[in-house]
């Protein structure tokens, strides 16, 4: 029996094979060393009748290795013709447990020894790990992830009938499962992102189209957080998850957990192969040529960061072409010379990759294969000196990288910098990490050459690469102090708080802190906004409204004493606390950051007087409190109604409104004859109606799961829905405010009334023959004078407002209220 080899591949999967094949070609002498006792492992286990997909669609195959989309039974069909035709040199039940290499000899590497479980040994020149990572399935680390009723593979759809499932992921794996158990079971889809950005086109297209027939459900931003036996009723389990609306309990039969796999670390680590972090989740090092640092041993496909299983078999043929020293280029060479056509194009691409990598700190973290995938998904800028790369309080969310150049950051309007970004590092992260609007404008100083990288494709690449969101983290938790305290502190301070601060997460109504409770630090707002109460008079009292990019809790770090109020998430909210003792720290070493939390401190008491007297007041007969009592519901009623995660939102106030229709009919005759609002309905509090019109969202739950995606936020926050809308109606189920409708958009030749009156250029809008698309209020976003319902109001009671005004307009309305009831003592 023949001992060494030119070649031994580990792993029949697509890549093993794909490389085999290749090998057998060239003729080479190889073998194939399969742990089970059939090829293709991992497509073997996808459930029945499974579509196997061929993505990237625009990737050329490059292998004698047949593959194109179709069912599981087809592919795997092909594969076993394909050994038989090539005589493929495979030993099944052959698991590795050992490679190594013995001292070099003369300066020459001796060949790489391979042992397998049964003690059999082999050597080879060269050794391909194509071993993929589904032998090690992630699993739900939480109470009850180990009952019966939890599993993590689904083989046969077909065996479970009638019963209520919730399958847990929202990748392709998760989202096919859930697909195949339609029809006959009731299905809901759990998943942690706020979209399905992880999951293929097609995939998300069937999902879509699946839940707009009723055939199952999802919950998006989801977690779950325990699974509990049930002793009575219908249903076995009952899983509980933590949702953006707070914890739900969801009584299921079974429940389905598909979240992935980890490579088999350890193993690779008895090899000898290097990982950049200590993450579990790291990818090996790998060169351009797929080889570790291992000389000789080379991983390809899914254990190398591609589980798509067409790049998986372009890598088997490729690695064979690098083994031979044959020249060759990665399938998407010329897609990557084409991106870098006006930056280096005098430089090969694997240069200008490594002139990248070598500029960006951040990119070391990313093999040379996760590199290639970024670049392709991004953008290459070349701004010169005073142009702008976005401005404050724009609500673009991409990411940029800076190879070149030096920028700079104004977080005023004084023209003045407040920091600048060399070249190696980034700037960005606080629009990726809370999709909120900008902070501050950047603008390039000198010439510069930049990465701008999609929102979407940074946030998948820092779900997979730990170390790479810790980095952000930690720069956006300096950035945020600085914004929120407005002070530069020293970097060891920085560094200090960064390394020690807790990400915290809170659910719409969940408490960071409650009144009397002891200080534990002090809190930055990073995403999402909170309100501050105080019990008065035997009542929760709403005192304050705070947005994303502030901070709450200084009050009691300056006294000494327990909480003065109760602070609550309005919506879903994460904060970054500092505790007690490093911003006690901070505040002894820094007099100026003492000044600014005392200012503060002072102003917070004397508002907490005014209000005590105004109490003192209404128990003396008096009925100002009367205003603060009705000034504080009217906050909590707006919250309520979406205020808290609005940008923009129309109110009316019906004590003035004469009912005359004509903010209706004016947004009408601007917008193709479909309204936007419904001026009769909403919630009303007191005198002031919440109509049925766009809140305009931080973040737009209709934009989560859009097919064409129609709906974007215009440069001054107007979410708005263009003309590639298909009218699947997913953004009218997934707006929680019932302000999207399907409408006919109709020709508008000649302008209207309302149009010539308020000097509005007649807008063209094409007839779509009679079939419904989703309408919503876009804020007449390219209108200059701004929205035409509040110019058409004869009498001022249509109004706009932003959660930032929330207090002021809500003092203003209760004490013009009263007056006409009145109330005040004036």
Request: proline content about 5%; hydrophobic content about 40%.
């Amino acid at each position: 029996m023949r001992n060494h080899f030119d070649v031994i591949i580990i792993g029949a999967g697509p890549s093993g094979l794909s490389a085999a094949a290749r090998a057998s070609e060239q003729k080479l002498s190889y073998l194939v060393l399969e742990a089970s006792q059939a090829i293709a492992n991992t497509i073997r286990n996808y459930q029945r009748r499974k579509l196997v997909m061929a993505e990237p669609r625009g990737l050329p195959l490059r292998s004698p290795l047949p593959f194109a989309a179709s069912l599981r039974e087809s592919v795997l069909d092909a594969w076993e013709n394909m050994i038989s035709k090539y005589e493929i040199n495979i030993r099944y039940q052959a698991k590795v447990v050992a490679i190594s290499r013995d001292n070099a000899t003369n300066g020459k590497l001796e060949p790489l020894k391979v042992v397998i479980s049964d003690g059999d040994t082999f050597t080879a020149d060269n050794v391909v790990l194509a071993i993929g990572v589904q032998g090690n399935l992630r699993k739900l680390e939480i109470p009850g992830g180990d009952l019966p009723q939890v599993q993590y593979q689904l083989d046969d759809p077909d065996a479970y009938q009638n019963e209520t499932i919730v399958v847990i992921g929202g990748g392709d794996t998760g989202v096919e499962n859930a697909l195949a158990l339609t029809g006959r079971n009731q299905v809901i889809v759990l998943n942690r992102a706020e979209d399905f950005s992880n999951c293929k086109e097609s995939n998300l297209t069937q999902l879509t189209e699946a839940r707009q027939r009723g055939a199952l459900d999802w919950l998006l931003e989801t977690r779950p957080q325990s699974i509990e036996l049930n002793t009575k009723g219908e249903f076995p389990i009952t899983l509980f998850a933590d949702t953006p609306k707070g914890v739900e309990r969801i009584p299921c039969h079974r429940v389905i957990a598909r979240l992935g796999a980890l490579p088999s670390r350890p193993l690779l680590e008895s090899f000898g192969v290097a990982f950049p972090t200590s993450d579990l989740a790291a990818l090996p090092l790998l060169s351009p040529r797929y080889e570790s640092n291992v000389p000789g041993l080379y991983i390809i496909g899914a254990l190398a960061g591609y589980p798509l299983i067409k790049q998986g078999i372009n890598q088997g043929y490729e690695v064979i072409e690098h083994i031979l020293g044959k020249p060759v280029e990665a399938a998407d060479t010329a897609l990557l010379r084409e991106k870098f056509a006006s930056f280096c194009s005098d430089r090969g691409i694997e240069d200008v990759l490594d002139k990248i990598q070598r500029s960006v700190p951040l990119l070391r973290l990313l093999n040379s294969l996760q590199l290639r995938e970024l670049i392709l998904e991004s953008n290459i800028l070349l701004p010169g000196p005073g142009d702008i790369i976005f401005e404050r309080n724009d609500y673009s969310t991409s990411f940029f990288f800076v190879i070149e150049g030096e920028l700079e950051m104004l977080i005023d309007e004084d023209d003045i910098p407040n920091d600048t970004f060399k070249s190696g590092e980034f700037f960005g992260e606080m629009g990726l990490l809370s999709g909120r609007r900008r902070i501050a404008t950047v603008r390039a100083r000198t010439q510069c050459a930049l990465i701008e990288t999609p929102r979407r494709v940074m946030l998948k690449l820092i779900n997979s690469v730990q170390a790479m969101r810790r980095s952000l983290d930690e720069v956006a938790i300096k950035r945020i102090v600085h914004a929120c305290i407005g002070l530069t502190l020293s970097e060891d301070d920085l560094n200090d708080l960064a390394s020690h601060a807790v990400i915290k997460q809170y659910a719409a109504g969940e408490e960071l802190f409650h009144e009397g409770d002891e200080a534990d630090g002090l809190y930055l707002i990073r995403r999402g906004s909170v309100t501050v109460s105080r019990m008065m008079t035997g009542r929760e009292v709403v005192l304050f409204y705070v947005a994303a990019g502030n901070y709450v809790g200084e009050m009691s770090l300056i006294s000494g004493e327990p909480r003065y109020a109760t602070v609550r998430a309005a919506i879903a909210t994460e904060a970054i606390l500092i505790d007690v003792a490093r911003m006690q720290g901070i505040i002894a070493r820094n007099p100026e950051v003492r000044a600014s939390l005392d200012a503060r401190y002072l102003q917070h008491l004397q508002e907490q007087e005014k209000r005590q007297q105004l109490e003192t007041s209404s128990e003396g007969g008096g009925t100002s409190f009367s205003s603060q009592s009705t000034q504080s519901s009217l906050i909590s009623f707006l919250i309520q109604q979406g205020v808290g995660e609005a940008t923009d939102v129309l109110l009316i106030d019906e004590s003035l409104c004469v009912r005359c229709n004509h903010c209706e009919q004016a947004c009408a005759d601007t917008h193709g004859g479909a309204t936007r609002l419904d001026r009769d309905t909403g919630p009303i509090f007191a005198n002031i109606r919440v109509p049925t019109s766009c809140r305009h969202c931080e973040h737009p739950h209709c934009m989560k799961d859009c097919p064409p995606d129609a709906i974007h936020r215009a440069p001054h926050g107007e979410v708005y829905i263009d003309d590639s809308c298909i009218g699947c109606g997913n953004c009218q189920q997934n707006c929680p405010y019932d302000v999207i409708q399907m409408a006919v958009i109709q020709e508008q030749p000649e302008p209207s009334l309302w149009q010539m009156l308020l000097g509005i250029r007649p807008k063209q809008v094409a007839t779509t023959n009679n079939t419904k698309v989703a309408v919503k209020c876009d804020m007449c976003k390219d209108i200059a004078d701004g929205p035409v319902c509040v110019r058409a109001c004869p009498v001022g009671a249509a109004l706009r407002v932003n959660p930032e005004e929330l207090l002021g307009f809500a003092s203003s309305n209760t004490t013009e209220e009263n007056h006409v009831l009145g109330l005040d003592n004036a």
